[in-house]
């Protein structure tokens, strides 16, 4: 056990709090902006919310990945960062063997001499099946449990909506709340690349392996000159910074020349295509839970017979015709609103907004209803306009997007 640093989470309450303290202070460095505190809500979020707070992700249909080389040009990693953040650690890397060679820093160093990338971006959309697998288990223990029963689509809607309920008090059920969680790591943002595999726990190790090595400030310095950040309780954790004017740089050859640019272009709500998935999980579940069941049938003649119920099989464009957009719009909007704790909407303003959007859905097509939504209960902030102005507001984003994509 150390005396001054963390090695581990097994140490009492007391003791984690205070050498935490104790490493916060001695790992931060006020001269190097670019050493952050990605623990922070918002900071976290990082890549993964819009500046409204709404959850996005990575739009390879307009941005692509790209590999990054380790020290061997001609030996691939198998990791990928989004092309421009790939293009600035190469570059960064180049720095480090230049210097390396050149004796100015120490060649030596476990992992600030010659950069290698040990893990870059993972797909949202596969740690979101793979969490999703745990979901599944807790759904189908707690229908076990209870011994639910039901013979159509609308039943198991009535049972299932407690069982969410319980189940997103401590866990995300939706991708969009998934993507804006904890349980959804930096890397899905496609900026972020770590250049070890330390544990995150050994605070006692960040110090000896990074903050005491003699090329710590060349370090910072070097990710700084090309627009990274670093994670101070991370300090392996690079993250591109697509608010400096060094990241922005590579970003340009790709034709985002600004922050705005690179949040239209590069990134996509997590909604927009969850939303018509969101029915096919809902039909799996209702496939996967049901089950063949008995009844009494009473007769008119005064006896009993055993009735075995059978749930109706349905595809998914028979539970659309059948119970209709109103009903799914609804659903997913009281999950969804379950899942944003931290939204500052009252319960009236909820009620409100459930009402405006079965209306809005009259009008319009889901997909716009689903943005109006989404974008009223992402903000942490007062955000209960009227509903032309936060149509007109989503609108404007939809239209910035399209103008940006239609120059480049």
Not at 10 to 34: C, F, H, M
Not at 274 to 293: A, G, M, P, S, V
Not at 300 to 329: A, C, H, N, W
Not at 335 to 341: D, G, N, T
Request: hydrophobic share 35%; aromatic share 12%; net charge neutral.
């Amino acid at each position: 056990m150390s005396d001054y640093y963390k090695k581990n989470n097994t140490e009492t309450s007391k003791q984690i709090y205070q050498k935490s303290l104790v490493y916060r202070y001695d790992i931060s460095d006020v001269a190097y902006g670019n050493l952050m505190d990605f623990n922070l809500a918002e900071k976290y979020l990082y890549g993964r919310v819009d500046r409204a707070y709404v959850p996005i992700e990575m739009d390879t249909n307009f941005v692509s990945l790209k590999g990054l080389s380790s020290t061997n040009k001609n030996d691939s990693t198998g990791f990928q960062a989004m092309n421009f953040v790939a293009d600035a650690f190469e570059d960064l890397c180049m720095q480090f063997r230049v210097k390396a060679q050149a004796g100015k820093i120490d060649p030596n160093d476990t992992y600030l001499s010659v950069l290698n990338a040990n893990k870059a971006f993972q797909s949202p959309r596969t740690l979101y099946r793979f969490f999703s697998t745990g979901n599944k288990k807790t759904i189908r223990k707690s229908f076990a449990e209870t011994n639910a029963k039901f013979k159509n689509f609308r039943e198991f809607l009535i049972h299932i909506e407690p069982v969410l309920k319980e189940l997103i008090s401590l866990v995300p059920f939706t991708y969009p709340a998934f993507v804006k969680s904890k349980h959804c790591s930096m890397e899905s943002t496609g900026l972020v690349i770590d250049i070890a595999g330390e544990n995150c726990s050994d605070d006692e190790n960040k110090i000896k392996k990074f903050k005491q090595s003699p090329n710590w400030e060349f370090y910072l310095n070097a990710c700084r000159s090309y627009g990274f950040s670093v994670d101070q309780y991370v300090p392996w954790r690079l993250i591109a910074d697509i608010g400096s004017s060094e990241m922005i740089k590579y970003a340009r050859k790709y034709g985002m020349n600004s922050t705005d640019d690179v949040l239209a272009i590069a990134y996509t709500p997590a909604h927009i295509t969850y939303y018509e998935n969101f029915k096919f999980i809902l039909l799996e579940l209702y496939n996967e839970l049901k089950t063949d069941y008995v009844v009494a049938d009473y007769c008119q003649d005064g006896t009993v017979r055993s009735k075995v119920i059978r749930p109706t099989q349905y595809t998914l464009d028979e539970i659309s015709r059948e119970f209709g957009e109103g009903l799914f719009m609804s659903f997913y909007a009281k999950i969804r609103m379950i899942e944003e704790r931290e939204s500052v909407l009252t319960e009236q303003q909820k009620r409100n907004l459930l009402r405006e959007t079965a209306e809005l859905l009259q009008v319009e097509d889901p997909l716009t209803v689903v943005n109006y939504f989404e974008n009223v209960i992402a903000p942490t902030y007062d955000s209960s306009g009227s509903l032309t102005e936060l149509l007109k507001r989503a609108r404007l984003r939809k239209d910035k997007r399209e103008h940006v994509l239609s120059n480049t």
